[in-house]
């Protein structure tokens, strides 16, 4: 009998790939076209074929990025990954990231991927500047834990999602910095940034992007494609929930908890402290270190959220901070607050890969 996670595959494969005829999808088995003879930093038999094979979900190389004005096809409430780097914002929409998983692209001399997993729920940016050599990255067909493997195409080195390393192959043991990205809706973020562009879905490879490709599963919180480890205890396993990892201690945050009123926690973290910003209704949860680059601690006096382009707070000695950590106003003006390592997924693969590390509320 045909498993569950078969035919959600096969169904997959066949929605994801598009023209590519040739798809034979092998689930629950492991991969057998790279690296299979070298060693691994996490247990080889949970690594996973998805069933699309190397390159069978194709990333976007070349992407197509237009004025916010001319996202009609974007809804207000539909979520995006938001990255804002010198002037420039820039939007990548869930919608086309379901169907393509990773973006290659770049804003003046950074060059990043957007990877999103959405059997995770996790987006989060790699940097292609490897060893001073630019890079892309891809799909490489495999999952742990059900979260994206990507492969860097450079060395051919394999690279879980959400443990920004290298797991194998030449690369192995490589760490990928963390870089902030904000999920939230298109229509909080073009409130921030009323000037950022999005990327389009001028690359339409005969894809109905306006069609999520995972049936229910996004809405089934018991259909998970393989087993986990660990769940967390009294919340649902596809609640999407904010991830801190800091000097090897895992938080989480919950929507709920910014259910009243827009607003920031204190949280202890590792040792640090961590600031918490979220917002039920305008849908964000983002965190930063209680503290700049250069070790001094900001104590928050207002947060400006909602009341000025691209601002987050202004701290007690009267700068203005962004989105993004930077002040913007104020003799600490150009400084930058420590990031940790957060962001949005599914809280049972937070559970999952981190479990043995949380701290609970």
Same mark, same amino acid.
């Given at each position: 009998?045909?498993?569950?996670?078969?035919?959600?595959?096969?169904?997959?494969?066949?929605?994801?790939?598009?023209?590519?005829?040739?798809?034979?999808?092998?689930?629950?088995?492991?991969?057998?076209?790279?690296?299979?003879?070298?060693?691994?930093?996490?247990?080889?038999?949970?690594?996973?074929?998805?069933?699309?094979?190397?390159?069978? /979900?194709?990333? #976007?190389?070349?992407?197509?990025?237009?004025?916010?004005?001319?996202?009609?096809?974007?809804?207000?409430?539909?979520?995006?990954?938001?990255?804002?780097?010198?002037?420039?914002?820039?939007?990548?929409?869930?919608?086309?990231?379901?169907?393509?998983?990773?973006?290659?692209?770049?804003?003046?001399?950074?060059?990043?991927?957007?990877?999103?997993?959405?059997?995770?729920?996790?987006?989060?940016?790699?940097?292609?500047? /490897?060893?001073?050599?630019?890079? *892309?990255?891809?799909?490489?067909?495999?999952?742990?834990?059900?979260?994206?493997?990507?492969?860097?195409?450079?060395?051919?080195?394999?690279?879980?999602?959400?443990?920004?390393?290298?797991?194998?192959?030449?690369?192995?043991?490589?760490?990928?910095?963390?870089?902030?990205?904000?999920?939230?809706?298109?229509?909080?973020?073009?409130?921030?940034?009323?000037?950022?562009?999005?990327?389009?879905?001028?690359?339409?490879?005969?894809?109905?992007?306006?069609?999520?490709?995972?049936?229910?599963?996004?809405?089934?919180?018991?259909?998970?494609?393989?087993?986990?480890?660990?769940?967390?205890?009294? #919340?649902?396993?596809?609640?999407?929930?904010?991830?801190?990892?800091?000097?090897?201690?895992?938080?989480?945050?919950?929507?709920?908890?910014?259910?009243?009123?827009?607003?920031?926690?204190?949280?202890?973290?590792?040792?640090?402290?961590?600031?918490?910003?979220?917002?039920?209704?305008?849908?964000?949860?983002?965190?930063?270190?209680?503290? *700049?680059?250069?070790?001094?601690?900001?104590?928050?006096?207002?947060?400006?959220?909602?009341?000025?382009?691209?601002?987050?707070?202004?701290?007690?000695?009267?700068?203005?901070?962004?989105?993004?950590?930077?002040?913007?106003?104020?003799?600490?003006?150009?400084?930058?607050?420590?990031?940790?390592?957060?962001? #949005?997924?599914?809280?049972?693969?937070?559970?999952?890969?981190?479990?043995?590390?949380?701290?609970?509320?």
């Amino acid at each position: 009998m045909m498993t569950k996670s078969k035919v959600f595959f096969i169904g997959l494969a066949v929605l994801i790939s598009g023209c590519n005829k040739n798809v034979e999808p092998k689930v629950g088995t492991v991969n057998s076209s790279s690296n299979l003879n070298e060693e691994w930093d996490i247990p080889f038999a949970q690594v996973k074929d998805g069933g699309v094979g190397k390159d069978g /979900i194709r990333s #976007i190389d070349a992407p197509v990025v237009v004025e916010g004005d001319a996202a009609t096809f974007l809804k207000d409430e539909e979520l995006v990954l938001g990255i804002k780097y010198g002037n420039t914002a820039i939007a990548y929409p869930h919608k086309i990231l379901d169907y393509h998983e990773i973006v290659n692209h770049g804003i003046e001399d950074f060059s990043y991927s957007i990877s999103y997993c959405p059997l995770t729920g996790t987006g989060i940016l790699y940097n292609r500047n /490897i060893d001073n050599k630019l890079t *892309t990255f891809g799909v490489s067909g495999l999952l742990f834990n059900s979260n994206l493997i990507l492969y860097d195409r450079e060395t051919g080195s394999n690279w879980p999602q959400m443990m920004l390393k290298s797991v194998n192959g030449e690369q192995r043991g490589k760490e990928n910095e963390f870089n902030q990205l904000i999920e939230t809706t298109w229509a909080t973020w073009k409130k921030w940034y009323p000037d950022s562009k999005v990327m389009s879905v001028s690359e339409n490879l005969g894809r109905n992007y306006d069609k999520y490709p995972y049936g229910n599963y996004k809405t089934n919180d018991e259909y998970l494609l393989y087993s986990v480890p660990y769940k967390l205890k009294n #919340i649902p396993n596809k609640e999407r929930i904010l991830g801190i990892r800091n000097n090897g201690v895992v938080a989480y945050s919950r929507f709920n908890a910014f259910a009243e009123e827009t607003g920031f926690r204190t949280r202890s973290v590792g040792g640090d402290d961590i600031y918490v910003f979220g917002s039920l209704v305008d849908n964000y949860m983002f965190a930063f270190k209680a503290k *700049t680059l250069d070790g001094v601690k900001v104590e928050i006096d207002e947060v400006l959220l909602g009341k000025a382009s691209g601002t987050l707070f202004r701290d007690k000695e009267g700068n203005v901070w962004s989105v993004f950590g930077e002040a913007l106003e104020g003799e600490r003006k150009g400084q930058k607050l420590q990031i940790p390592e957060n962001y #949005i997924g599914y809280a049972f693969a937070w559970a999952a890969f981190y479990a043995e590390s949380f701290v609970v509320e």
